[in-house]
């Protein structure tokens, strides 16, 4: 039984590539006419495969529904939540991954840093949009039309000085992002706090949502964060290959133009302050 199931999946692959004929499926397999047509009435009796009227298989609609309904009752949280653990584990800051909901970018998930002082962001609440690491890189990949009209439609609040002032810095910066892979908050939104980020990407490479690394910078300097920035890229990665069911990330990803630590980080000057949101 085992080898027919074998033998029955093989056959998706193979027409995945574009219809076929039975002789082609039967050699392709290895086996007789007689085996592949069993195998493709099976197939096609449950929609995985359709008979055109030229007598060719291809791939049925049933199997890109099923394939749809998988990706769409994903849970990101879930799939990220050990290696945001790991990540933490690895680090000891403060771990968030969040996803752009309604013009929102909200927190889903929080690992708290093991040291005394600690961020009050909240799993479901909205960040900074305009400065926060996440929220570039999210807003970096959407389609450009509307990116533009999100752009001129948000407000610019002056958190800090290195907040983002407007519509046409905030487009540049997050042009950058997209070109680079991956994203920094210093100081942007709380002059003491510090963050670097990276995309989780799907099945076809957009952007899901994304992961950082925070720290106010009495504990560690922005320079210092910026040096994990492989370690949160990786994390990334790792959970982009989890979601899209082990698949490579897409060719597609960009993949940082600088190496970090070639990197010359605009810092915010220290301050020993208790984030204050």
């Not at 099923?66 to 653990?85: F, S």
């Not at 610019?156 to 487009?171: G, I, K």
Request: hydrophobic share 40%; net charge negative.
């Amino acid at each position: 039984m085992s080898q027919t199931v074998d033998r029955a999946l093989s056959i998706l692959p193979l027409l995945a590539e574009g219809p076929a004929n039975l002789e082609q499926v039967a050699t392709r397999l290895g086996v007789h006419k007689s085996t592949a047509l069993r195998l493709l009435r099976t197939l096609h009796e449950h929609g995985m495969v359709y008979r055109q009227q030229d007598q060719r298989y291809r791939l049925g609609a049933r199997l890109f529904a099923l394939a749809q309904e998988a990706v769409e009752n994903l849970d990101v949280r879930e799939i990220a939540h050990p290696h945001l653990l790991a990540l933490n584990e690895r680090c000891g800051h403060t771990v968030h991954l969040a996803v752009y909901e309604e013009n929102e970018v909200l927190y889903i998930d929080k690992v708290e840093s093991r040291y005394p002082v600690r961020m009050y962001s909240r799993i479901g609440k909205p960040v900074a949009i305009t400065v926060a690491a996440v929220a570039k890189l999210l807003l970096a990949d959407l389609p450009e039309p509307e990116l533009r009209t999100l752009a001129e439609r948000l407000s610019y609040p002056a958190y800090t000085p290195r907040s983002t002032p407007n519509a046409a810095a905030f487009l540049k910066e997050l042009a950058t992002v997209r070109e680079q892979g991956w994203a920094t908050d210093f100081g942007g939104h709380e002059e003491s706090i510090n963050c670097v980020g990276a995309p989780i990407r799907g099945t076809d490479g957009r952007v899901v949502a994304a992961c950082s690394v925070s720290a106010p910078n009495v504990v560690v300097t922005a320079e210092e964060l910026l040096s994990l920035l492989p370690l949160v890229r990786r994390t990334a990665e790792e959970i982009s290959r989890e979601y899209s069911g082990g698949a490579p990330v897409s060719a597609s990803v960009p993949h940082a133009s600088q190496n970090p630590s070639q990197v010359t980080a605009e810092t915010p000057e220290k301050k020993a302050e208790e984030p204050s949101s």
